[in-house]
Every structure is written in structure tokens, then in C-alpha cells.
């Protein structure tokens, strides 16, 4: 298998454990030798990516919409250069499909309007449109409807500039903002990521700016002579019929708007998104809401040299990644909270000392990213006391339960020389998570009881989920920490575990909200329910071992393709083997007793050998699939260091047994919470 990784020396250091012994007779040819050095080199290279600072970050990535969008705000706000524009436009041609289109995840079909996108930022680089990687694109585009049959978002960005009349576009009124909180489509009935892009939204569609354009975009268009074609009305009694006879209303509002009251709604939807705006200069540490907030405040008359403006631009140098061959794409997001209590929770997992330096550095920035005040999750929950983590550096404005449930967990992994400072921090944590708990008994990512179907139904949102209900993945991530935390007979941890089993698909799988899909649920709700008590010859479990047997792939790794969010009979836990989907996979099985040491799965070994015989030189595996989540189908996400942090917590807990967290005393607990 190559070298043995260096050890790490030094008092309290980690270091692999000796695998030079001679094979037992009969062992495979990766067997837990080579599994043991496998997991050495994994655990080393992830040590070696910590921050100075405790963290751990893996670039977070999307699709080039993102990196479109970046050039059209600055066309629009007249700060894009040169370098900006030909550096992203090389990142933008490296994605190009061979067909001449975009997709929205590795290995995916074309998509029309990341393709739209792609194009216009290229033709804003120069590119020439008669050459022949800009002809097939526009080809394309025109195959599937032109831009009039492209999402919204993108016309909205097509229409900053003329090329899409403002007129023929859904409306949203900023008096959105005075709608009382009982009414059904208020600003708090969408969830956080879809009202903090909506609220400056609604300020950019009054203003309905437009910039000269550079150049036309008739070759996008299926009928240059009628580029906005009119589409009959759905009927009357239908959602969409209702909807769009609305949103006609709404039009004609426009037009008549009371001033007084429409200057009134723009100037509290401003002064709502300066309130939001995080210490970094970002909203809610993602890049829909902040291009469009610095968009709307320019329009109500923020110069960039105003302060607001200034940290919101600053904001993206430190979401943008520079390649080492000279492009430049960015990030949607970034997951450092994640990254970091995932890597703890791996790390322990894999042998390495609770009271190791860099678990305690880890815990220490952990400790520091606490969250203890007020945001939007006050509107349900006025009288709860904070205390959670959100994803990014930077977002006091929306913890959430998922981290929140993760980094506790990783708090109780960790020996830490202050445990009254940890299990105050944990304390808070979990009373803040049991806050959050739906009516339902189960547990959305930002907000509760976020469930009306309404604000999915409007012509505006057709960009993906705009609402947060309860989720498996996030449920269980939960149910996990309260069992872990002596709370497994609490009545609210037996609400959510019975909302689990309810859910649980015919196949015997969990739909994953927030990763790659089926296999993502699965491994997460396992391992919670068997942590919370529910024996591994339980129905449900038996069910879904067997899912996971039929869908192990030959090779013997999982993979699930992001076309199961739209066509599950199909590609439910189908796909090319990646080592994060393996590593869930796994994770499921052997909290259900299908270990070496339990049943003996010849699916886990198969597995294990998975990764072993795949590994990189380096110690991590190679991913280009996207097994992250954003909107389930619509946004798509690579999480670049899932491929490392997930298959070194299987291959721990492959070769060492059940997760573990500390006693009171500061040694480990392996397995005492069950």
C-alpha cells in the first residue's frame, strides 16, 4: 500500500498504530491491515489541513452561475476589470460541457439557464459568438425554449440590462414587508435563504433598473421576431391559474402604487437587510442574498464608498478560489462550522487521542463560533434562550439545528481542559435544538414549523425549495446528539424518532434534504436510531440494511446520481461509486451490527476494501461528483472535503467500533450511549 505516513511526534501527539505485523491466514487482499494504514494516511492528511486557528474549511462548489452572476453585478455596479473577467471566464470555458452546454453537477444533463448564464458572462469576456464552443451553447439554448423558457432568477439578470422587459416577469411588491405573520405569504413563511433573497428582490423589481446593454442577445431567443412570447393562462381553479391572475393584479399595482406607502415598504426592506448584514459584509453567508441585497441598497441610493456597500463587495474576495493555473470561480458558500465539527467527530473516531492538540485548538474555535443572540428563529420561538452554531464564518442571524446537533456531538468526542466551559456550551446548544423542534416531532434546518406549501406556488420561486419542514438527515443528526447526550427516553427525542420510523420509504431508504439522497438519509438516520435505543433487529432497520445491500454497486463502493431528487425510481441510490457515499453507506451498516466483530456483513467489507483500494497516494480519495445538497435537484453542491472527513469516520469506526464520547472524568465513553 505504499509508505507509512510520518507519525506525528511530540507529547499527545497522534500516531498510527504499528501495521507491519504479518496477515492472518486467509485475510483478504485489503484486509484490516491495509485498512489500518489506509486510515492512518487519511487521519494524517486531514490533520494536516487544520487552520492555525482550530478550523477546518474544504472549498464548498456549485456551478457557474455563481461565477456569471459575479461579472454581471459588477457590469451592473461598473467595477468589473479585466483580470476578474478573464480569469472567470477560463473557469467558466473549463466547465463547458463537449455539447457545448452547462449542468449544475458533475456528470449531469444540460441545464438552460445556468447555460443562458455561462453564455452572456462568456460574451461579456468577448468571447466571440460566431466561435464554435459559443454557437453550440446558443444552439442548445434555443433547442430547449430560449431564454423566455429560463428560470426567473435569470431573467431577472437578463432584465438589469434590457434584455428581458421587466414587464414579463412575475412581480413581488416590497409591501411584502407589511404583511402580518399570520397571514400566508409573509417574509417569515419562506424559509431564511429564500426571504433574505426575496426581501432585496422585491426593492430591485420596484426600482426595475436598466443598464445599457453591451450587446443584443437576439441568438438566444427561438424567435428573434417575437422574443417574448405570451403563455396562456393556467386554468382559473388551479394554483398556478390562481397565481398568475395575482401576479397580474399585482402588475397593475405597480403601476398605481400608493407613493407614500411603496417609499415606506423600500425603506423598512432596506433597513431589514442593513440589520442582516453579518460582521463580514456578507447575508446569511451565501451569495443569492447578498448580490441582490448590494443591488438594492445601490438603487436606494448607497454609494460603494458607503460602508455597507464596501463590506458586502469585500465579502466575496474571501468567497472567491484562485486556481493554481490562473482561474478564478466562487464559492455559494462556505462550510467552515461543518467541516470543522465533522473533522473532530472523525478524527475521534479514527484513534486519535481526545485530549490531542488539535482536537482541543478545534474545540477552542468551536467554542468561539457559539451563537448567543437573538436572530430570525425568535419569530417562532420569542421566549427560547439561544445557543447554536450556523454553517458559516460569519451568520449570527441564522444558526442552525444540523450544525448545532453536529458540533455538540464533536464538543462530547473532545477532553478538553475547561469541561464546565464545553458542557455549558453543549447545555445550550441542546436546549436551544429542543427549542426547535416542530409540531410534528421532527426538526427543518433553520426554523420551525416552516411547512406551508404556498410560497412554492408562486410564479416568483421557481429557483428551488423556498420553504424548511422537517427533514430525516436533520432529525436524525438530533435524535443522535439527544441520545448521546442521556436524553434518549426524553419524550421530545421519542417524538422524533417515531417521526423517523413514519417516514421511512417503502424501499426501506430516508429521503437526504441536505445531502446526496437516499444513501445521505440513510446514513444518517441509522446510526441516530440505534444510538437512541431502537435495536438493530428492529423492522425499519432491517429494512434498510437490506436497501443498502441492493444498491452497493459491483465494485463495491455506493453512489447515488442527483437525478434521484427527480426520478428516485431510477437512481435511488444509484451512481457511480464516491467514497463520501460509500463512507455513508457504511456508517448505516454498521451501526445496524453488520461490523466485523457483529454479523460480518461481506457488504462492509466490501465496502472497507472499497476505499482502501481507491485511496490517493496523499491519503483522500478523488470526488468530482456532488453528493452535497442546497435544493434538492435545483442547486447541487461538491463539499470537497466530505470525500476525506466521511471515510475516515467509517473506516474508524470499521476497525475500532461504535462512536464514542467522554465521560465526565475526560476519558472516552465508546458506545455507552446507546
Known amino acids: 500500500m505504499g509508505d507509512r505516513p510520518p507519525a506525528l511526534l511530540g507529547t499527545g501527539r497522534w500516531q498510527p498504530e504499528d501495521t507491519d505485523q504479518p496477515r492472518p491466514a486467509g485475510e483478504t487482499d485489503h484486509g484490516p491491515a491495509d ?76 441545464e438552460l439557464s445556468t447555460t443562458v448564464e455561462a453564455y452572456v458572462a462568456l460574451k461579456l469576456a468577448g468571447d466571440d459568438p460566431e466561435a464554435p464552443h459559443m454557437l453550440a451553447a446558443a444552439r442548445y439554448v ?90 396562456p393562462l393556467a386554468p382559473a381553479t388551479t394554483w398556478d391559474g390562481l397565481f398568475e391572475r395575482l401576479d397580474k393584479a399585482l402588475h397593475a399595482y405597480h403601476r398605481r402604487a400608493f407613493r407614500p406607502l411603496r417609499r415606506l415598504a423600500l425603506s423598512q426592506a432596506c433597513r431589514w437587510i442593513v440589520e442582516r448584514q453579518e460582521a463580514d459584509g456578507c447575508w446569511g453567508g451565501i451569495q443569492p442574498p447578498a448580490v441582490y441585497s448590494l443591488i438594492a441598497l445601490h438603487l436606494e441610493g448607497y454609494e460603494l464608498e458607503h460602508p455597507v456597500m464596501k463590506a458586502g463587495l469585500s465579502s466575496f474576495d474571501r468567497f472567491t478560489v484562485h486556481t493554481e493555473d490562473g482561474k478564478r470561480w466562487l464559492e455559494a458558500c462556505q462550510s467552515p462550522v ?70 455538540v456531538l464533536a464538543l462530547r468526542r473532545v477532553a478538553h481542559p475547561d469541561p464546565a466551559k464545553v458542557d455549558g456550551a453543549v447545555d445550550r446548544g441542546v436546549l436551544w435544538n429542543l427549542g426547535m423542534q416542530s409540531k410534528n416531532g421532527a426538526w427543518g434546518a433553520f426554523d420551525v414549523d416552516n411547512t406551508s406549501t404556498l ?46 420510523l413514519r417516514n421511512q420509504e417503502a424501499d426501506g431508504s430516508w429521503f437526504g434534504r441536505w ?41 463495491g463502493g455506493w453512489g447515488e446520481d442527483m437525478r ?46 472499497w476505499l482502501v483500494r481507491t485511496q490517493l497516494p496523499e491519503g483522500t480519495w478523488d470526488e468530482p461528483q456532488f453528493t452535497g445538497t442546497g435544493f434538492p435537484w435545483d442547486f447541487s453542491i461538491n463539499y470537497h472535503l466530505y470525500r476525506l472527513v466521511f471515510p475516515v469516520t467509517a473506516l474508524g469506526r470499521y476497525l475500532n467500533g461504535a462512536p464514542g464520547t467522554i465521560r465526565a472524568d475526560g476519558t472516552p465513553a465508546i458506545g455507552t450511549a446507546r
Open 455 to 500: 410560497p412554492n406556488k408562486l410564479p416568483f420561486c421557481d429557483f428551488g425549495e423556498v420553504v424548511d419542514p422537517p427533514s430525516a438527515d436533520v432529525t436524525a443528526h438530533v435524535v443522535e446528539m439527544l441520545a448521546e447526550t442521556g436524553r434518549s427516553r426524553d419524550p421530545r427525542t421519542r417524538r422524533g424518532i417515531e417521526w423517523l
Open 338 to 407: 461543518w467541516d470543522t465539527c465533522l473533522a473532530t467527530i472523525a478524527l475521534v473516531d479514527a484513534g486519535v487521542p481526545a485530549d490531542h492538540p488539535a482536537l482541543v485548538s478545534a474545540v477552542d474555535w468551536m467554542l468561539g463560533e457559539e451563537i448567543r443572540k437573538p436572530g430570525d428563529w425568535t419569530v417562532k420561538r420569542p421566549g427560547l434562550a439561544p445557543g447554536g452554531w450556523a454553517f458559516e464564518f460569519e451568520n449570527d442571524t441564522y444558526p442552525d439545528i444540523d450544525d448545532t446537533a453536529e458540533v
Open 142 to 231: 434555443r433547442s430547449a425554449g430560449g431564454i423566455a423558457a429560463a428560470r426567473v432568477f435569470t431573467r431577472i439578470w437578463l432584465a438589469l440590462f434590457g434584455w428581458w422587459p421587466w414587464e414579463r416577469l412575475p412581480e413581488m411588491p416590497p409591501e411584502i414587508i407589511f404583511l402580518p405573520r399570520w397571514l400566508p405569504l409573509n417574509i417569515y413563511a419562506f424559509g431564511c435563504w429564500a426571504r433574505q433573497t426575496i426581501v432585496p428582490l422585491t426593492v430591485v423589481s420596484s426600482h426595475r433598473p436598466v443598464r445599457p446593454a453591451p450587446f443584443p442577445l437576439t441568438e438566444l431567443h427561438t424567435d428573434p421576431n417575437d422574443p417574448y412570447p405570451h403563455r
Open 35 to 110: 485498512a489500518r494504514e489506509a486510515l492512518a494516511r487519511a487521519t494524517t492528511h486531514l490533520l494536516s489541513l487544520q487552520s492555525s486557528e482550530g478550523w477546518w474549511k474544504g472549498d464548498l462548489e456549485t456551478n457557474v452561475t455563481m461565477d456569471a452572476e459575479d461579472l454581471l453585478l459588477r457590469q451592473f455596479l461598473g467595477i468589473r476589470t479585466e483580470e476578474q473577467t478573464r480569469a472567470t471566464a477560463e473557469w467558466i470555458r473549463s466547465q463547458q460541457r463537449e455539447d457545448g452546454t452547462w449542468s449544475t453537477f458533475h456528470g449531469g444533463p444540460p
Open 564 to 609: 434521484s431528487y427527480d426520478d428516485p425510481a431510477r437512481w435511488a441510490g444509484r451512481g457511480d461509486s464516491t467514497a463520501s457515499q460509500t463512507a455513508w453507506a457504511l456508517m448505516a451498516l454498521l451501526a445496524a451490527g453488520e461490523g466485523p466483530k457483529d454479523r460480518a456483513n461481506p457488504a462492509v467489507e466490501r465496502g472497507a476494501e
Open 515 to 555: 445531502g446526496t439522497n437516499y444513501i445521505y438519509g440513510t446514513g444518517s438516520v441509522l446510526p441516530a436510531l440505534v444510538a437512541a435505543g431502537v435495536p438493530d433487529e428492529h423492522p425499519a432497520i432491517r429494512r434498510a440494511v437490506r436497501w443498502l445491500e441492493d444498491r452497493q454497486n459491483a465494485d
